[in-house]
């Protein structure tokens, strides 16, 4: 082979080294935002699942308030009516 010729091979060699690792590199770039976009994913369904269950806690300790609210209010009505029964006895 020609010294030129074996000059052009080898820059043809250097240049396609040299795109394998800009591709290599941008291929790991990508990787890592995609690893990076999984774990922020994964952080917001947690923080949702969290929130899903403070909620349902809050909603159960409110229904619970309220059915003891009405029973206290029975308990109540009903002491004063038994009061006011026994005035009138």
């Known amino acids: 082979m020609s010294h030129?010729?074996?000059?052009?091979?080898e820059m043809a060699k250097a240049e396609l080294s040299k795109l394998e690792l800009q591709i290599s590199e941008e291929r790991?770039?990508?990787e890592k935002?995609?690893?990076e976009r999984r774990l922020l994913v994964q952080q917001k369904k947690d923080?949702?699942?969290r929130l899903?269950?403070?909620e349902q806690k809050r909603r159960e300790?409110?229904?619970s308030d309220v059915h003891e609210d009405d029973?206290?209010?029975k308990k109540t009505a009903a002491s004063a009516?038994?009061?006011a029964q026994q005035q009138q006895a």
């Open 4 to 9: 030129d010729a074996q000059h052009a091979k």
């Open 28 to 30: 790991r770039g990508r």
């Open 33 to 35: 935002e995609l690893t």
């Open 47 to 49: 923080m949702n699942l």
């Open 52 to 54: 899903e269950k403070r």
């Open 61 to 63: 300790e409110a229904q």
């Open 71 to 73: 029973s206290a209010a």
């Open 81 to 83: 009516f038994t009061a």
